[in-house]
């Protein structure tokens, strides 16, 4: 079993930044963080929740989704078992409460790590609101 823990989300202007933070702790016995591949996803009010970004077990793949591409970055370290989601250039559609979750470490397209349905352990989530 895993639990994820989000923060890092807040109210920022549109333009400005945040830094996600999401903190695992793994309670299946010989398990570790690196045995996970993660993802961000988000869902806004009314809406149905969507794919953002995923890194994979090592960090040496990284996806993004298109809305995000090129203002957002995700990274991972392993020794913490911490992922972050810095998010750059905020536009108030990113308002919306994101979500990180895992799912073990197998391997697929490029299309499979934004499936929701390829993790099984979501966090609580963190609000994120941007104003104009």
């Known amino acids: 079993q895993v639990q994820l823990v989000e923060a890092g989300g807040g109210l920022v202007q549109a333009g400005g930044s945040l830094r996600l933070s999401c903190a695992a702790s793994?309670?299946?016995?010989?398990?570790?963080?690196?045995?996970?591949?993660v993802g961000w996803f988000r869902q806004a009010p009314g809406k149905e929740r969507e794919f953002v970004a995923a890194i994979t077990w090592s960090g040496g793949s990284t996806y993004y989704a298109d809305s995000v591409k090129g203002r957002s970055t995700i990274s991972r370290d392993n020794g913490k078992r911490t992922v972050y989601l810095q998010m750059n250039s905020l536009k108030p559609e990113d308002t919306a409460v994101y979500f990180c979750a895992a799912g073990s470490r197998t391997s697929g397209q490029s299309y499979y790590y934004s499936e929701r349905t390829t993790y099984r352990y979501w966090g609580q989530g963190t609000q994120v609101t941007v104003s104009s």
């Open positions: 793994i309670r299946t016995f010989g398990r570790t963080f690196s045995d996970y591949n």
